[in-house]
């Protein structure tokens, strides 16, 4: 058991067609605790919502995470564990993703491109020695049958 302190602050708004969506934490450890935490960690996503034509609702933007510098518990394959350590710490560059979200008629699709990031400058790790995944393109698609 331990204690944490964590004030999280959000804000959406809304200009034109533009939505702005943001949330900002502060996390501090009460006395001594078994596990290492980020001081502040941030989220945004900037997005364009319009209704396109007749039928098409779209959705799309870039979303953005940050948290500063921290020592990152470590991971043992061996054991399929994380433990504590506190020699390697762990600091990255903002993780940067974009997406379009449609809907036209029954028809719901997204397609994402997560860790833009990883095209400009080297992978952002989660653990040492334990980089995050390379470019990847997510594809969703949903399509209601109407009788």
């Known amino acids: 058991m331990f204690n944490l302190l964590q004030l999280v602050a959000y804000k959406r708004f809304d ?3 533009f939505t702005f969506d943001g949330d900002v934490a502060f996390q501090q450890l009460a006395g ?3 596990v290492q935490l980020p ?14 034509f007749k039928n098409l609702n779209l959705y ?18 061996v054991l399929g564990q994380f433990f504590y350590q506190n020699n390697q710490q762990i600091s990255n560059m903002p993780d940067v993703a974009a997406f ?20 400009v400058w080297d992978n952002n790790f989660v653990a ?20």
Not at 60 to 77: I, V
Not at 101 to 115: D, M, P, T
């Open 60 to 77: 799309t933007g870039l979303e953005g995470k940050y948290n500063t510098p921290y020592y990152a518990d470590d991971y043992s394959p």
């Open 15 to 17: 200009v034109g067609g």
């Open 39 to 52: 001081t502040v960690w941030a989220r945004l996503r900037v997005a364009y919502t319009a209704r396109l």
């Open 100 to 119: 379009v979200h449609f809907r036209i008629k029954s028809l719901s699709a997204f397609v994402r491109g997560e860790n833009l990031n990883a095209l």
């Open 32 to 34: 001594t605790a078994p």
């Open 128 to 147: 040492p020695l334990y980089p995050t995944n390379d470019f990847g393109l997510r594809v969703g698609l949903r399509w209601w049958f109407v009788n």
